[in-house]
Antibody
Framework: EVQLVESGGGLVQPGGSLKLSCAAS????????MHWVRQASGKGLEWVGR??????????AYAASVKGRFTISRDDSKNTAYLQMNSLKTEDTAVYYC????????????WGQGTLVTVSS | QSALTQPRSVSGSPGQSVTISCTGT?????????VSWYQQHPGKAPKLMIY???KRPSGVPDRFSGSKSGNTASLTISGLQAEDEADYYC?????????FGGGTKLTVL
């Protein structure tokens, strides 16, 4: 079974940092691009960024709203992707999902259960 | 990186068909055949319904279909069922990054 499990969410003060993890199983993680998508409470989905595979030089791309503050990385030996979030703002408060694209290069499936990040003083 | 434009809500009666539009630009929807659609029930993770404009993943009913014309993609749901009531989001590749639509709430009357 293809599965993604996020962890690491929690409460952090504005300006602080947090690192999320996404543990993958059931598919060839090392060959897959991994994406992060977030959703503020009652709001829509927002693409955060992605990291490609080693074959694609681990290339990363980010949404303008997080570029320069967030960094995506991966450890293929642990089948895990990470989202390092620095200089957090209250508007970064959201459920963060990791996902991949098993079907087609831009069809996100499956999704993890999400992890809640709350940025508040 | 502007969000794609979707209607905030659509509705239909059981058995009817509804179409949800997703309008972008030539830099996203119009420029690539990488439009996908997601269904999200309250408190749940999104579920892929359509990818590459019109392809259906295994397990998705053929009542769901996708298409694209110019800068606008569409999701059509035929033979509406009560369980189709949910939020629907489109997403497009936009050259290295991705962009979602604002979401459409489907109400089954």
């Amino acid at each position: 079974e293809v599965q993604l499990v996020e962890s690491g969410g929690g409460l952090v003060q504005p300006g602080g940092s947090l690192k999320l993890s996404c543990a993958a199983s059931g598919f060839t993680f090392s060959g897959s691009a991994m994406h992060w998508v977030r959703q503020a409470s009652g709001k829509g989905l927002e693409w955060v960024g992605r990291i490609r595979s080693k074959a694609n030089s681990y290339a990363t791309a980010y949404a303008a709203s997080v570029k320069g503050r967030f960094t995506i990385s991966r450890d293929d030996s642990k089948n895990t992707a990470y989202l390092q979030m620095n200089s957090l703002k209250t508007e970064d408060t959201a459920v963060y999902y990791c996902t991949t694209a098993v079907a087609g290069p831009w069809g996100f499936d499956p999704w993890g259960q999400g992890t809640l990040v709350t940025v508040s003083s | 990186q502007s969000a794609l434009t979707q209607p905030r809500s659509v509705s239909g009666s059981p058995g009817q068909s509804v179409t949800i539009s997703c309008t972008g630009t030539s830099s996203d929807v119009g420029g690539y055949n990488y439009v996908s659609w997601y269904q999200q029930h309250p408190g749940k993770a999104p579920k892929l319904m359509i990818y590459d404009v019109s392809k259906r993943p295994s397990g998705v009913p053929d009542r769901f279909s996708g298409s694209k014309s110019g800068n606008t993609a569409s999701l059509t749901i035929s033979g509406l069922q009560a369980e189709d009531e949910a939020d629907y989001y489109c997403c497009s590749y936009a050259g290295s990054y991705g962009v979602f639509g604002g979401g459409t709430k489907l109400t089954v009357l």
